[in-house]
Protein backbone atom coordinates (compact mmCIF):
# COMPACT_ATOMS: atom_id res chain seq x y z
CA UNK A 1 0.00 0.00 0.00
CA UNK A 2 1.60 3.32 -1.12
CA UNK A 3 0.67 6.77 0.58
CA UNK A 4 -0.62 9.43 -1.63
CA UNK A 5 0.45 12.70 -0.86
CA UNK A 6 -0.91 16.11 -2.15
CA UNK A 7 1.10 19.36 -2.33
CA UNK A 8 0.61 23.00 -3.55
CA UNK A 9 4.20 24.06 -3.92
CA UNK A 10 6.34 23.10 -1.80
CA UNK A 11 3.06 22.85 0.71
CA UNK A 12 1.73 19.86 1.82
CA UNK A 13 -1.42 19.94 1.81
CA UNK A 14 -2.85 16.69 2.92
CA UNK A 15 -2.08 12.70 2.92
CA UNK A 16 -3.88 9.25 2.89
CA UNK A 17 -3.23 5.55 2.21
CA UNK A 18 -3.35 3.96 -1.16
CA UNK A 19 -7.00 3.18 -1.71
CA UNK A 20 -7.26 0.29 -4.47
CA UNK A 21 -9.14 1.15 -7.65
CA UNK A 22 -10.15 4.88 -6.46
CA UNK A 23 -9.43 8.03 -8.49
CA UNK A 24 -6.64 10.94 -7.00
CA UNK A 25 -9.99 12.98 -6.57
CA UNK A 26 -11.33 10.45 -4.51
CA UNK A 27 -8.25 10.16 -2.34
CA UNK A 28 -8.07 13.95 -2.25
CA UNK A 29 -11.52 14.09 -0.71
CA UNK A 30 -9.97 11.40 1.88
CA UNK A 31 -7.43 13.34 2.74
CA UNK A 32 -9.17 16.72 3.69
CA UNK A 33 -8.38 18.18 -0.33
CA UNK A 34 -10.21 19.85 -3.00
CA UNK A 35 -9.84 18.89 -6.24
CA UNK A 36 -12.01 20.93 -8.28
CA UNK A 37 -14.49 18.63 -10.88
CA UNK A 38 -16.89 19.21 -13.72
CA UNK A 39 -17.30 16.54 -16.57
CA UNK A 40 -15.85 13.85 -13.80
CA UNK A 41 -15.26 11.56 -17.05
CA UNK A 42 -11.70 13.21 -18.62
CA UNK A 43 -13.30 15.30 -20.65
CA UNK A 44 -12.88 18.82 -20.03
CA UNK A 45 -9.57 19.22 -18.04
CA UNK A 46 -10.98 20.81 -14.70
CA UNK A 47 -9.38 18.31 -12.26
CA UNK A 48 -5.88 18.84 -13.84
CA UNK A 49 -3.20 18.00 -11.64
CA UNK A 50 0.70 17.89 -11.56
CA UNK A 51 2.24 14.29 -10.85
CA UNK A 52 5.26 14.91 -8.72
CA UNK A 53 6.54 11.38 -8.06
CA UNK A 54 5.54 8.12 -8.45
CA UNK A 55 2.64 6.34 -10.71
CA UNK A 56 -1.05 7.69 -11.81
CA UNK A 57 -3.11 6.07 -14.47
CA UNK A 58 -3.78 7.27 -18.19
CA UNK A 59 -6.18 6.79 -20.46
CA UNK A 60 -5.34 5.00 -23.67
CA UNK A 61 -6.25 6.99 -26.14
CA UNK A 62 -5.99 10.06 -23.95
CA UNK A 63 -9.39 11.66 -23.42
CA UNK A 64 -9.45 15.28 -24.65
CA UNK A 65 -8.69 16.78 -21.44
CA UNK A 66 -5.20 15.48 -22.61
CA UNK A 67 -2.45 15.48 -24.85
CA UNK A 68 0.78 14.25 -25.43
CA UNK A 69 3.05 17.04 -25.03
CA UNK A 70 1.07 17.70 -21.00
CA UNK A 71 1.23 14.05 -19.79
CA UNK A 72 4.93 14.46 -20.75
CA UNK A 73 5.01 17.59 -18.20
CA UNK A 74 3.25 15.75 -15.14
CA UNK A 75 -0.12 16.09 -16.41
CA UNK A 76 -2.97 13.81 -14.65
CA UNK A 77 -6.62 14.08 -14.71
CA UNK A 78 -8.12 13.80 -11.05
CA UNK A 79 -11.49 12.42 -11.65
CA UNK A 80 -10.34 9.29 -13.89
CA UNK A 81 -6.56 8.79 -12.89
CA UNK A 82 -5.76 6.11 -10.35
CA UNK A 83 -2.98 6.21 -8.28
CA UNK A 84 -0.56 3.33 -7.58
CA UNK A 85 2.25 3.36 -4.68
CA UNK A 86 3.90 6.29 -3.06
CA UNK A 87 2.59 9.19 -5.59
CA UNK A 88 3.14 12.86 -5.03
CA UNK A 89 0.46 15.03 -6.38
CA UNK A 90 0.90 19.07 -6.93
CA UNK A 91 -2.91 20.05 -7.25
CA UNK A 92 -2.02 22.79 -9.83
CA UNK A 93 -1.92 21.85 -13.50
CA UNK A 94 1.51 21.32 -14.99
CA UNK A 95 0.32 24.48 -17.78
Same mark, same amino acid.
Given at each position: ? &? /???? /??? %? !? /? /???? +????? !? @????? %?? %? %? +?? *???? +? $?? @??? $??? $?? =?????? *? ?14 ? =? @?????? &? $?? &??? @? &????? *? ?5
Amino acid at each position: M &G /LIRF /LRG %A !K /L /LGQT +NEIPG !K @SLVEH %AH %A %A +NV *DIPT +N $CT @SGN $CGS $CM =VTLLSG *DVSLPDPLTPGLDEEI =V @SEGARL &G $CI &GVP @S &GDVEI *DILPPI
